[in-house]
């Protein structure tokens, strides 16, 4: 299962507090109390595997380590260990205790979180010509808590997108190395998948339904991954007995969640042509290139459909 979109609470380490002691060494005086180490940091650093929030499933409080107290003999405490966590590219984390958001959007991109707090000052920093013997000492400073909302959004130059059993996965499969799941029912895909055709990522979005942007079937879960890919590929099974129907479906979707997606370069690519007799393929195709004339009928067994999906590709990644 993929977690996408999940909530945690993050704490810095808290800084270790100061010590009050004096030298034991013969014949030598004076405070000798060293201070407080630092709190550990929470980082957040941008990794390419999809499933990295997986991690937080069932951890939800994630804490970085407490700095270590002084000590005697001027020894300071450890500063404690610094967290570093990794989240999918694509990643918004919205920091729901102030407001504010950032992303991550670059592979290895290391963002800090919640900042450890400082250690406190031991005795010997307290000495003066006045106060010899100094038992003041700090305590160590809190780290930083936020509570974040971790959203991904997946980060593609091409979106597969369609209803269920449109052959989105067939055709990633097809064009790349990717192994998605692939049977001839409703909701065939329950995760986006990804796969790389040279440079351009492709990420087969699950099928979406009539209502995903009320909540219906897999809901928004997967319109939002939509937001962050450049062109789409629009697939229509030609076994559809109306693929205006279809297409207006999963458009009317698009805009209901965010019309922005309307605007995006759309290709429309009528699948499993092999599957029906070729008039009722040329009646859909013909229907379709009225709503999009960058429509193709288009078949993972027929090697020419898919040397015509690969010069779309190859022409887009000379664009890129």
Do not use: C, W
Not at 121 to 127: A, D, E, P, Y
Not at 274 to 292: A, F, G, M, Q
């Amino acid at each position: 299962m993929l977690i996408d979109d999940v909530i945690i609470k993050v704490s810095a380490g808290h800084g270790g507090k100061g010590s009050a002691v004096f030298n034991k060494n013969m014949m030598t005086l004076g405070p000798a109390g060293g201070s407080g180490g630092r709190g550990g940091n929470v980082y957040v650093e941008g990794v390419s595997d999809l499933s990295a929030l997986n991690q937080f499933r069932y951890k939800k409080e994630i804490s970085a380590e407490n700095g270590r107290d002084g000590r005697g003999q001027f020894k300071d405490g450890n500063d404690g260990k610094d967290l570093l966590m990794n989240v999918p590219i694509g990643t918004v984390i919205h920091n729901l205790s102030n407001g504010t958001e950032i992303e991550i959007t670059k592979l290895g991109e290391r963002l800090l979180l919640a900042k450890g707090g400082n250690g406190g000052k031991g005795n010997f920093h307290f000495r003066s010509s006045r106060n010899t013997s100094p038992t003041e000492y700090q305590s160590g400073l809190p780290g930083e808590k936020f509570e974040f909302r971790l959203e991904l959004k997946l980060i593609a130059d091409i979106g597969l997108v369609g209803l269920p059993n449109a052959g989105k996965s067939s055709l990633l499969n097809k064009i790349t190395s990717t192994k998605a799941k692939v049977a001839n029912y409703p909701f065939t895909t329950l995760e986006p998948n990804l796969g790389v055709y040279y440079e351009l990522i492709l990420a087969d979005i699950p099928g979406l339904i009539e209502g995903s942007s009320t909540g219906r079937g897999l809901g928004v879960k997967f319109l939002r991954h939509i937001e962050r890919t450049r062109i789409l590929f629009h697939l229509i099974s030609s076994e559809s007995d109306s693929p205006k129907r279809d297409y207006k479906i999963v458009r009317d979707e698009f805009g209901a969640y965010n019309k922005e997606l309307l605007k995006k370069p759309e290709y429309i690519f009528l699948s499993k042509s092999d599957l029906s007799d070729e008039k009722s393929v040329e009646t859909k195709l013909k229907e379709l290139k009225k709503i999009n004339p960058n429509s193709i009928a288009i078949s993972i067994n027929d090697e020419k459909s898919m040397e015509k999906v690969k010069k779309i590709l190859n022409s887009i990644k000379a664009e890129k």
